[in-house]
């Protein structure tokens, strides 16, 4: 594996991906949408929470082809996930304060506003308050497949803020997971966690640079924590945490850098497999006899609401206040409509709001389905507004200009590093 060599960058492999992947989600939605609402239902369903084997944990029960995929692959999702972060972190758009300081003021916001909506509309009742972090997530491959759509007329910076402000989200929906939607805690299997983590970490620091041992030690990570009552999947962020990166400032990705390869190797199954896949087993909501009064009801009018609305306010809010008083430049070559028709794609929450919401009515199929209802209608509904928000903004006046130079940028360094004007 360490003959391989990576693509020119994660960077333009990461958006190539996470643009054709995030149109191949929206397919999957849809045929997941129109196989539960059509004579094939039952066998939808039924081949969903069709029994597989074994019991792993007892809590679980005999684990399903739902519980695999939302137990399982998303723990491989959120290992990319975790290397993303990582990357950028050390060695990207997120590698000085300087550069963090937008994205995290506007995901921050992005993630307060539409809780803050969500428990003004469904808080008050008591049993519905734990579904208060599921409009609080954004979707970037569904985000980035509708800017997919737009082409050339979404200027390269836009693309960019998006994935910034989706990365330090996930960030923050991965603490939401650990912190408050964790199970009661088995202590010997949580200082077993510990070990295997410790024992990654100590692998990394002798220079162990193949990757089996690590992905080795992954699963056992994985299943150490889902015994542990943390949920399962936060183990792939965790185990990314290990992972050895070289730097490369301002040039290609190493051939020989752990991370980089590792991140390669699971971008296009993560885009064009898992991701499509839990977006089919989840989103196939049965809309017979559905009736405005359960579409009004609390719950999914709390999501959509703080889907729709509360992210692109504040989202928008953040960056225009920050422009405003300095904290940070405009966005290059874009137009305050078009961050606002991105701050309105930042509404689209589908995968990591799916997830989130069968950690919070958990057993309670009800709820689960009127979460989905609410997640697709604030999800549709800021695809749909954001697209047109975005087509029809004039570009900026020197678009063109710009757009050539980003992109005489990428085909240097691989990667972007100045997205705003200076201040």
Not at 60 to 72: E, Q, Y
Not at 75 to 84: N, P, R
Not at 293 to 306: D, E, M, N, S, T
Not at 318 to 340: C, E, F, K, N
């Amino acid at each position: 594996m360490n003959s391989d060599t990576p693509p020119r960058s994660a960077l333009r492999a990461f958006l190539a991906s996470e643009s054709a992947g995030g149109m191949l989600l929206i397919l999957a939605a849809m045929a997941a949408m129109i196989v539960a609402n059509s004579p094939l239902g039952e066998a939808y369903r039924h081949m969903i929470h069709a029994v597989t084997g074994p019991v792993l944990v007892d809590k679980l029960g005999p684990m399903t082809v739902h519980l695999w995929i939302n137990d399982g692959l998303m723990a491989i999702f959120f290992l990319l996930v975790g290397l993303e972060i990582k990357r950028e972190w050390v060695d990207g758009r997120l590698a000085s304060w300087d550069r963090r300081r937008l994205p995290m003021i506007a995901a921050a916001a992005g993630m307060a506003v539409p809780a803050a909506l969500y428990m003004l509309v469904a808080g008050g009742m008591p049993d519905l308050a734990r579904g208060w972090a599921i409009p609080a997530a954004t979707d970037i491959a569904f985000a980035m497949g509708v800017l997919a759509l737009l082409g050339r007329r979404a200027p390269t910076s836009l693309k960019l803020f998006l994935v910034t402000v989706a990365i330090v989200d996930d960030m923050g929906a991965v603490a939401i997971i650990a912190l408050f939607y964790t199970a009661q805690i088995d202590a010997a299997a949580l200082a077993a966690a510990a070990a295997i983590l410790a024992a990654m970490f100590v692998l990394a620091r002798l220079g162990v640079t193949r990757l089996a041992p690590y992905l080795l030690l992954f699963a056992a990570l994985w299943y150490a924590m889902l015994l542990s009552g943390v949920h399962a999947t936060v183990a792939g962020v965790l185990a990314a945490m290990a992972i050895p990166f070289e730097r490369t400032p301002g040039t290609p990705d190493s051939p020989t850098s752990p991370l980089h390869r590792l991140e390669h190797a699971l971008q296009p199954w993560v885009a064009f497999a898992i991701v499509p896949l839990f977006g089919f087993a989840n989103a196939g909501v049965d809309l017979g006899g559905l009736t405005m009064a359960q579409i009004l009801a609390p719950l999914p009018l709390g999501i959509a609401a703080g889907l729709f609305f509360g992210k692109q306010i504040g989202i928008f809010a953040a960056v225009w206040l920050s422009v405003r008083i300095g904290i940070a430049g405009r966005l290059r070559g874009a137009t305050w409509r078009q961050v606002h028709g991105v701050a309105l794609l930042c509404g689209i929450g589908f995968t990591m709001s799916l997830f989130i919401g069968g950690l919070a009515f958990p057993g309670d199929p009800l709820r689960i389905e009127e979460a989905k209802i609410g997640i697709l209608m604030g999800s549709l509904a800021a695809a749909l507004s954001g697209y047109a928000v975005l087509r029809l903004a004039p570009p900026h006046p020197d678009h063109d200009a710009i757009e050539h130079e980003s992109e005489a940028e990428i085909r240097r360094d691989g990667d972007v590093r100045d997205t705003s004007e200076a201040r």
